[in-house]
């Protein structure tokens, strides 16, 4: 390859060239003089080649050969193909916990336990030397980090993690409710969420996530204490509005105290799934983002781990479209 101007700036470089490009099911494309943009000037025959079939969006290639490789000095023209990756105006919020050996979720349940099913060490016995593979295992019950319920998981005849629609996990445009509060004790007032918090928002066919900022405290003791929850009536006027799932970044969605567990019983009867130990909605605007959580198609369970996240189109850090 060769360059007119070794000092440009990547910004106003393209690559010039010939090219024959034959095809699986027959025939063969010629061009000549070529130019695509480029984001660098040390480009080899074989990234030019796929970045030509990328612009060209071509398909059955079987061949392509470059030739009379060059560099120019010109401004981009808005080529596809040229840098990739994701627009810098998207982003990928992570809103859940991760999972380690021992972790405690709920006090009182097990830690998962990790180990392996077949060491590094131990595959070298089964593939060529040079190469290893290490498969894990987790030992766990289903409510570790942050997890969904279903309506399996309240109600014998209800949906479970295999039958639950994709509809009601992901893809979802999200809300966030932001009800932040210092509650230390178990028998503070203001850690009950109440109808009245959730009234000024439009809910219906959304993720609704609830923002206590609980999550402060995960991997503590006072995490397994005085958490924020949803009252009765809070969980009956969502139940009317149909959202499509309830989320929180809190210990339970109910007062671990009460055991009818009035939300959970009204929102998955209502078939409204619900996410627990959510963590970092801070990060996340008011609204205009979409909200993923969804665990594999297991028969027979009703609650299981997930990897929670939103993706947000045209914000910035600020929340500012």
Do not use: C
């Amino acid at each position: 390859m060769t360059r007119t101007d070794p000092t440009a700036p990547a910004t106003d470089l393209r690559v010039q060239f010939d090219a024959e490009v034959t095809f699986r099911n027959g025939g063969s494309l010629r061009v000549q003089g070529f130019r695509l943009d480029t984001d660098r000037a040390d480009l080899d025959q074989d990234e030019v080649a796929l970045r030509l079939v990328r612009h060209l969006g071509l398909l059955m290639v079987d061949t392509v050969t470059v030739d009379k490789l060059t560099v120019v000095h010109e401004q981009h023209k808005g080529s596809r193909g040229a840098g990739g990756g994701i627009p810098a105006a998207r982003r990928l919020v992570e809103l859940s916990h991760p999972i380690h050996h021992g972790m405690v979720t709920y006090p009182g349940l097990p830690g998962p336990e990790l180990s392996d099913h077949l060491s590094r060490e131990a595959s070298h016995d089964h593939y060529a030397e040079g190469t290893e593979f290490q498969i894990g295992r987790i030992s766990m019950v289903a409510n570790t980090g942050t997890y969904l319920d279903t309506p399996f998981h309240r109600f014998g005849d209800g949906a479970d993690l295999s039958g639950i629609g994709l509809e009601k996990l992901a893809d979802l445009d999200g809300i966030v409710v932001r009800v932040g509060h210092d509650a230390v004790a178990a028998d503070d007032p203001g850690r009950a969420i109440d109808v009245l918090a959730l009234a000024p928002h439009e809910v219906t066919g959304r993720a609704v996530l609830i923002h206590t900022g609980w999550d402060r405290h995960w991997g503590t003791d006072q995490y397994g204490s005085g958490h924020p929850f949803l009252t009765r009536r809070a969980a009956e006027w969502l139940a009317a509005q149909r959202p499509a799932l309830v989320g929180i970044d809190s210990l339970n969605v109910d007062d671990t105290e009460d055991g009818t567990r009035p939300a959970h019983t009204t929102l998955l009867a209502a078939g409204i799934p619900v996410v627990e130990h959510l963590r970092g909605l801070e990060q996340l605007p008011s609204d205009g983002f979409r909200f993923h959580a969804a665990p594999p198609r297991v028969v027979g369970m009703g609650t299981f781990p997930v990897r929670a996240f939103a993706v947000l189109d045209g914000i910035d850090s600020d929340g500012v479209r």
